[in-house]
């Protein structure tokens, strides 16, 4: 599913709902510009399941990489994991226990947690080892010992995303017409009129910068 849909699109290009003959095209467009802007906010931003690996950092928290947390469906942790690439990674015997072992952080209701901080109970997440008293370096231990299934996104997109997703999709559309960034244009059966704003003329990356402003969220 796209950030904006292509009725939305459409308006605000100035285009009829009626005329259709460039619907194929801002459908390509929207697909294209949705993922372009999920990359540069570092998020998917709608909800949906995550199944990752972490090593441990040996701190109290560990810094999920969707952002908000709707939920933790489980955590494993297992020095023998290595990604899931270990004998027998992630059993039973491994699994952590919500509340007991391990606590998501929220602000100030459990809807969501926007920072996605997972704090381990009572220690820390055992961090990536190397074998102590030896005097070369060997293989470190411990990778990928912390497996996370969680549910991460919004379940209705923010009007903030929607908003930069619409107006990157009226750029893309405005400038892939000829190469060349407009604010408007004729032709026999309709007319558009895009509101483009300050974007005209405006690079890719300054676009981004433009309609993204301190939107960008942080990951790991």
Same mark, same amino acid.
């Given at each position: 599913?796209?950030?904006?849909?292509?009725?939305?699109?459409?308006?605000?290009?100035?285009?009829?709902?009626?005329?259709?003959?460039?619907?194929?095209?801002?459908?390509?467009?929207?697909?294209?510009?949705?993922?372009?802007?999920?990359?540069?906010?570092?998020?998917?931003?709608?909800?949906?399941?995550?199944?990752?690996?972490?090593?441990?950092?040996?701190?109290?928290?560990?810094?999920?990489?969707?952002?908000?947390?709707?939920?933790?469906?489980?955590?494993?942790?297992?020095?023998?994991?290595?990604?899931?690439?270990?004998?027998?990674?992630?059993?039973?015997?491994?699994?952590?226990? /919500?509340? +007991?072992? @391990?606590?998501? #952080?929220?602000?100030?209701? =459990?809807?969501? *947690?926007?920072?996605?901080?997972?704090?381990? !109970?009572?220690?820390?997440?055992?961090?990536?080892?190397?074998?102590?008293?030896?005097?070369?370096?060997?293989?470190?231990?411990?990778?990928?010992?912390?497996?996370?299934?969680?549910?991460?996104?919004?379940?209705?997109?923010?009007?903030?995303?929607?908003?930069?997703?619409?107006?990157?999709?009226?750029?893309?559309?405005?400038?892939?017409?000829?190469?060349?960034?407009?604010?408007?244009?004729?032709? /026999?059966? +309709?007319? @558009?009129?895009? #509101?483009?704003?300050?974007? =005209?003329?405006? *690079?890719?990356?300054?676009?981004?910068?433009? !309609?993204?402003?301190?939107?960008?969220?942080?990951?790991?």
């Amino acid at each position: 599913m796209a950030l904006t849909d292509l009725d939305t699109v459409k308006r605000r290009l100035g285009i009829a709902t009626t005329v259709t003959t460039q619907d194929d095209v801002l459908a390509d467009i929207i697909e294209e510009t949705d993922s372009i802007l999920k990359t540069h906010l570092g998020q998917n931003i709608e909800t949906a399941t995550y199944t990752e690996f972490y090593c441990g950092n040996g701190s109290q928290s560990l810094l999920l990489r969707q952002i908000p947390v709707q939920s933790i469906t489980s955590i494993h942790v297992d020095a023998d994991g290595y990604f899931n690439y270990g004998n027998s990674a992630y059993a039973a015997a491994d699994l952590l226990v /919500s509340g +007991t072992d @391990y606590a998501l #952080s929220y602000v100030s209701s =459990k809807e969501y *947690s926007p920072s996605g901080i997972v704090y381990r !109970i009572g220690t820390v997440w055992p961090k990536a080892r190397f074998d102590a008293g030896l005097l070369t370096e060997q293989p470190v231990k411990s990778l990928g010992n912390i497996k996370v299934v969680y549910v991460a996104g919004y379940p209705t997109v923010p009007a903030r995303y929607r908003s930069m997703a619409t107006k990157l999709a009226c750029w893309k559309f405005a400038t892939d017409l000829d190469g060349v960034t407009k604010t408007s244009e004729s032709h /026999s059966d +309709t007319s @558009y009129s895009y #509101s483009l704003g300050d974007l =005209k003329g405006l *690079s890719i990356d300054a676009v981004l910068e433009n !309609i993204c402003g301190g939107a960008r969220e942080f990951v790991v």
